[in-house]
């Protein structure tokens, strides 16, 4: 949009309608020259932004697979650490719980031994009365 200069009349009487004409167009002409040159510089500075923009986007990017990857390394390694931690832990568990099954086991086994000699001996002095009783 042009603007359009309006010149005092002592102007345009002084030096002619044609010279103010002249300056009028030319102030214009250079308006216009300013504005598209301001234009191109705009258009190139956010071609610019743009362009460092995507850089950043892209090295930014590029920092956010590092540490994915990076992040993904220490799972997987403390995914084995833990396997290896979890397995030494179960066989730990199922040696103790071996050795008290045997433990339990053995001291049922003298248990009962105990329980059926003492019962054995119950049934034999039991017997050992009941006989005579029954043979009068």
Same mark, same amino acid.
């Given at each position: 949009?042009?603007?359009?200069?309006?010149?005092?009349?002592?102007?345009?009487?002084?030096?002619?309608?044609?010279?103010?004409? &002249?300056?009028?167009?030319?102030?214009?002409?250079?308006?216009?020259?300013?504005?598209?040159?301001?234009?191109?510089?705009?258009? $190139?500075?956010?071609?610019?932004? &743009?362009?460092?923009?995507? $850089?950043?986007?892209?090295?930014?990017?590029?920092?956010?697979?590092?540490?994915?990857?990076?992040?993904?390394?220490?799972?997987?390694?403390?995914?084995?650490?833990?396997?290896?931690? !979890?397995?030494?832990?179960?066989?730990?568990?199922?040696?103790? !719980?071996?050795?008290?099954?045997?433990?339990?086991?053995?001291?049922?086994?003298?248990?009962?031994?105990? $329980?059926?000699?003492?019962?054995?001996?119950?049934?034999?002095?039991? !017997?050992?009365?009941?006989?005579?009783?029954?043979?009068?």
């Amino acid at each position: 949009m042009p603007i359009t200069a309006k010149l005092a009349r002592e102007f345009y009487e002084r030096f002619g309608d044609k010279v103010v004409n &002249e300056m009028v167009d030319l102030f214009n002409r250079i308006d216009e020259a300013s504005r598209s040159d301001l234009h191109a510089f705009n258009e $190139q500075n956010a071609l610019r932004f &743009e362009a460092r923009l995507d $850089q950043r986007y892209a090295e930014l990017d590029a920092k956010i697979d590092k540490r994915y990857a990076e992040l993904d390394t220490k799972i997987d390694r403390v995914r084995t650490e833990l396997g290896a931690t !979890i397995e030494g832990v179960e066989t730990r568990l199922d040696a103790k !719980i071996d050795t008290k099954t045997a433990e339990i086991l053995a001291s049922v086994e003298k248990a009962l031994h105990a $329980q059926t000699r003492w019962m054995i001996g119950a049934w034999v002095v039991v !017997i050992g009365m009941v006989l005579p009783l029954w043979f009068r």
